[in-house]
């Protein structure tokens, strides 16, 4: 893994003083070495290296108190440019609706689901999307799509299978136009390879739709494939960004790395798991903090200021101070919690934590905790939650029996409850400022 070998080599020079030209050389090689075997193409890495190298060498960095410390900021650095740091990577969707976004890439790549993340992230924006299944060779491919809108709320158009794609596409627009939609996203067919067959069948809907977004979709797990399909995709079609997708899995970077240096297009966005919530914009500073090991802490504290709705945030404050923490706001915050994603890719985030990630993903299964809990309150009458020193025996086997848990379950959730409560007044006492400090650790 790409970040556990750069931080140890970093364990390295930090735990010296001074530096020499030597020990930055050593560094670099090893850095190297470590880039070259995370599937970094290799022209990028000499170029990467010899840019540190420069930086390193050329200021007063090893004259300086800190000077590892210096010359790990300048590889930070360095990668984050490389990624295309400064490069505007929003989508553009300027054009007079309904605005196409096309999505290409190799079977299982992820296209369907980046559709489906798009909507989404699309309609939080208040635009109003129309899904279009461009992929008729496998039926289920449709039913895919469908399965997705429907559970988004978002229109799927109807094609049938075994129709010409361009037709469909063609059609859809002329949908979408007569009903109001003003986003185009078009789920195209994939293979497992290079196919010059589909590439024809793309370029083909690229001339008649002219989408103003061509978004290759890759699989960050694939490595260097990824990076050789995405160049040949970018020289048929001249995309207008990537999606990178499976970044919670093993895969850190080193396909970013590449394919951003080799396509010389933005990465927009990354794809962090299966649920549609799950798609972030691309960060190239954060994502080099990420290879380096060391937490994407901002990318949490932004999802947890979008989750909790500042509104909600104003009225759970009234609440709190006029009613006390009780297991009903509780409830309403674990509403939060959920919001923010799984328990697992927030966990990702924080530094430190991506080593411990296999014993946590033993240790816990957290969503199914949080929908228990749920329960468990949810079988409660209003008294009782407003005080949970009502629940009695005779009161908590009534809940246990109502949400289908025991009464150990009941027992330890009101401990837990209640030793939060106590946290809580703590937190009150710190303000909002205080939390945020103690989340940025
Ligand atoms: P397509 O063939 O390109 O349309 O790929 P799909 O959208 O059907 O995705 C293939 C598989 O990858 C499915 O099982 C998806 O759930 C999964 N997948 C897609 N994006 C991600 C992601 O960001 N993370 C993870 N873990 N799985 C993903
Ligand atoms: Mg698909």
New binding site residues.
């Given amino acids: 893994n790409l970040s556990d070998k750069l931080e140890s080599v970093f364990r390295k020079l930090r735990g010296q003083g001074r530096l020499t030209e030597e020990d930055v050389g050593e560094a670099l090689r090893e850095v190297r070495l470590v880039l070259l075997e995370a599937d970094v193409n290799f022209k990028v890495v000499k170029d990467f290296v010899a840019a540190v190298r420069e930086r390193a060498l050329g200021q007063d960095v090893l004259k300086s108190l800190t000077p590892a410390q210096q010359v790990i900021k300048i590889v930070r650095d360095e990668l984050a440019r490389l990624m295309g740091d400064g490069v505007d990577n929003h989508l553009d969707l300027t054009a007079r609706p309904p605005v196409g976004i096309m999505l290409c ?10 559709c489906g993340k798009l909507a989404l992230s699309l309609r939080r924006d208040k635009r109003n999307p129309l899904l279009v299944p461009a992929d008729v060779y496998r039926p289920a ?1 449709i039913e ?1 799509l469908k399965t997705l809108g429907r559970q988004l709320g978002v229109t799927v158009y109807e094609s049938l299978p075994g129709q010409d794609p361009v037709r469909i596409c063609e059609d859809a627009r002329r949908y979408a136009e007569l009903n109001g939609f003003d986003t185009l996203i078009f ?1 195209t067919a ?1 293979r497992l390879h290079i196919d010059d067959e589909l590439m024809g069948e793309l370029d083909r809907i690229k001339a008649s739709l002219k989408p103003r977004e061509i978004l290759f ?1 890759a699989d960050a797990m694939t490595g260097q494939d990824a990076v050789n399909v995405a160049q040949s995709f970018n020289e048929r079609l001249d995309v207008t960004g990537i999606v990178l ?5 093993d895969a850190r970077g080193g396909a970013a790395l590449s394919i951003r240096a080799v396509t010389g297009k933005p990465i927009k966005f990354v ?4 649920k549609l919530d ?1 798609l972030d914009v691309f960060h190239a500073d954060r994502m080099a903090q990420r290879i380096l090991g060391m937490g994407d802490v901002l990318t949490l504290i932004e999802k947890a200021e979008a989750a909790i709705d500042k509104e909600n945030a104003a009225e759970m404050e009234k609440r709190l101070r006029k009613e006390g923490f009780t297991l009903e706001n509780f409830r309403d915050q674990l509403q939060s919690i959920k919001k923010m994603g799984s328990m697992e890719s927030i966990l990702k985030m924080i530094p430190g934590a991506g080593k411990q990630m296999k014993q946590l993903k033993d240790l816990q299964m957290p969503d199914k905790e949080l929908k228990k809990i749920e329960a468990i309150i949810s079988s409660m009458t209003p008294q009782e939650r407003r005080d949970h020193r009502i629940l009695n025996g005779s009161r908590r086997m009534r809940i246990a029996k109502g949400s289908g848990t025991t009464v150990h379950d009941i027992n330890v959730l009101v401990k837990r409850f209640s030793e939060a409560q106590k946290m809580m007044k703590k937190m009150q006492k710190l303000g909002p400022k205080g939390m945020k400090n103690l989340m940025r650790g």
């Fill in positions: 890439g190799l079977q299982g790549s992820g296209k369907t689901t980046t491919a895919q789920d994939g979709v997708t499976k970044l919670d899995g794809g962090l798991g299966e799950a």
